[in-house]
Each structure stands twice: as C-alpha cells, then as structure tokens.
C-alpha cells in the first residue's frame, strides 16, 4: 500500500474529515457569490496564519478537480516579519507543497513609526494596497484574502458599536484604486473554530507576525467583539449565525435610515406612502 506524502495527508484531511466544516463551506461560498470564473487568475494571499494557509490548500484541491479552469498564484507579502517566524511560514508551505512567492517590504517599520500608538488601520491599509498592486504586476485579475466567518461576524458589531453604522464585511468586492482586480473572500462561511481544529489536529503550527497587535500588547477592538460573541454563544449558541444572517435578511421598511447610491434616504421620505401597521 503506498504511503501518503505529508501534503496529501493534510489533503485527505480537508476532504475527509474536514470535508462538512471547512471545504464543503468552502466551495458553498465560491458558488453561492460566484467567486471564481472561468479564465481567472487569483493571487491568493499568504499571511502567515491559519486562515490563508488553509485557504491556499482548499484551493489547490478544488483546482484539480474543478471545471471552472483557472490559474493560481501563491503571494506572501513580507512587511518585516522576523526570520525566524518567516522560516517557520515558508515551512508550512513547504509541508503543505505550496509554492509561495515572497515580497519584501517594509510596512511594519512604516505604520509603526507613523501611527505607535494604535498601526493596524495604517498597517492593513499599506498591506492591502501592496497586494492589489504586486497581484496587477502577476497579471491576476483576483485577490483571495483569508477572512473568515468570524471576522465577518466581529466587522459587523465593529460598525455598529464603533461606527453607528450597519456594514458588514462583504464576500467579494471590485478594486477602487486598481482597475481589473477584484477582491474575494472564500473563507467567508468557515469557522473560525474548525479551522483551528484542522490545524491542530494535523500539528501546524502557523506563524506569529510579531506586531504588537498579534502579541497581545495592544488592545483591539476586533478581539473585544471576539470576546463580545464567544459570552453571548454561551447564552445561545447561534448567536454568530444570526448575526451573519442579519445582514442577509435587512428590512428596509424597520430602520430609520440607509444609503442607496450614496445619498442617505431616511424613513420619513417614504413614511407617507408606508401604510404597514407595525
């Protein structure tokens, strides 16, 4: 009997056991919001974490079997990871056979300096527009970010509570600044929590970035709303689904207030021809 590579190991893993939480939820997103066509090339972007990690595998799975043709192009961005923790990326790659292109820049040293206090606006801006840019220059007409359902979940309350806004994060979205790039998210219907389990039930251990956010040393508000969740799942245990599901199911006639095609349209302009009882 022949013995299973490493790689093909953690691939029967995705697809076997992980198959309903992780690459079923996977292939569900690209479908449901049409992610990929055919003749795309994606720039799929390699953080160092869990998240994109998994992302990279999923799609080089699905690529082989697909019959949506498409090209892939695995990108890591370096803002100025420590080497020893980008040692342990390239690692990663390597045990997963995915072969990662690497560009420096010096992104963390620059948000840092221009923003100590609180860099990760500044940083993930600055990143972004790297990736948008190094994927044009690669001929990619997509950029694929790991976010997961989580995230989408946490920007939500994030608008709510810090921007007096109902916004969420979207599954694919068309570049402003760079023409022909457009912007998807896989990941979008994936835990969180089972893409921690996949990666520790296969011992990958991925990257730390080494910014003060990633350690810990700083607070964010990101992880106050992680937080947030994870006491209300407690209380009900589809609270992160419901959340999720808000913004698929927004009742225009039940808020005050929203924007269509950037002017703000406010209940009071249609309450006279509203005659539903409430």
């Given amino acids: 009997m022949r013995e299973f590579s490493e790689a093909e190991r953690i691939e029967r893993s995705l697809t076997k056991t992980y198959k309903g939480p992780i690459f079923s939820k996977f292939l569900q997103a690209i479908d449901q919001y ?93 990143r972004r527009g790297f990736l948008y840019k190094t994927a044009k220059e690669m001929g990619c007409n997509k950029l694929a970010l790991g976010h997961h359902f989580d995230d989408v979940v946490e920007t939500t309350l994030m608008n709510m509570f810090y921007a007096g806004q109902f916004k969420t994060m979207m599954p694919k979205a068309k570049s402003e600044n760079y023409e022909g790039i457009e912007l998807i998210r896989p990941l979008y219907m994936v835990k969180e929590a089972d893409i921690l389990r996949f990666t520790k039930s296969n011992h990958i251990e991925t990257m730390n970035c080494g910014c003060k956010i990633a350690s810990c040393q700083l607070d964010s508000k990101r992880r106050e709303m992680k937080h947030l969740v994870e ?12 959340l999720f599901r808000a913004a698929e199911n927004v009742n225009l006639n039940g808020v005050l207030g929203y924007y269509d095609d950037d002017s703000r349209v406010s209940f009071m302009d249609r309450y006279d021809q509203n005659t539903q009882e409430v």
């Fill in 231 to 242: 006491a209300m799942r407690k209380k009900y245990v589809n609270t992160d689904i419901n």
């Fill in 34 to 126: 049409r992610l990929v066509e055919d003749g795309d090339k994606i720039c799929v972007a390699l953080s160092g974490g869990k998240d994109s990690l998994v992302m990279a595998k999923l799609f080089q799975i699905w690529q082989r079997a697909s019959q949506v043709r498409f090209d892939l192009v695995f990108l890591t961005m370096d803002p100025g990871f420590l080497e020893d923790h980008l040692e342990k990326h390239l690692d990663n790659c390597k045990r997963l056979a995915i072969d990662v292109v690497v560009k420096p820049s010096k992104i963390f040293s620059v948000a840092e300096g221009m923003s100590p206090e609180s860099p990760c606006f500044l940083c993930a801006r600055m």
